[in-house]
């Protein structure tokens, strides 16, 4: 699956810059994938290179790891 997924670049939690206005349990909750299972949708939103993209592919790839399909 995450072969399938296509992502433009392999990213990780660890490598992730948490800045002091980011919740970084809330944000490390995600990769439970809960609000997929509650069908809701996760939407960034903030300054270009806060790492939206960052967040996505890992959340993304979390969810390969768990058998699910991503877009």
Same mark, same amino acid.
Request: aromatic content about 8%; glycine content about 6%; overall charge positive.
């Given at each position: &699956? %995450?072969?399938?997924? =296509? $992502?433009?670049?392999?990213?990780? &939690?660890?490598? $992730?810059?948490? #800045?002091? !206005? %980011?919740? *970084? #349990?809330?944000?490390? +909750?995600?990769?439970? @994938?809960? $609000? &997929?299972? !509650? /069908?809701? !949708? ?6 270009? +290179?806060? +790492?939206?993209? =960052?967040?996505?592919? !890992?959340?993304? @790839?979390?969810?390969? /790891? /768990? +058998? /699910? *399909?991503?877009?």
């Amino acid at each position: &699956m %995450i072969d399938r997924a =296509h $992502f433009p670049k392999t990213k990780t &939690m660890e490598s $992730f810059d948490f #800045q002091p !206005n %980011i919740n *970084r #349990q809330e944000i490390l +909750g995600f990769k439970d @994938l809960a $609000f &997929m299972k !509650n /069908q809701e !949708n996760l939407v960034f939103i903030c300054s270009p +290179g806060v +790492g939206k993209t =960052h967040l996505a592919i !890992n959340i993304e @790839l979390a969810a390969c /790891q /768990q +058998g /699910q *399909r991503t877009i």
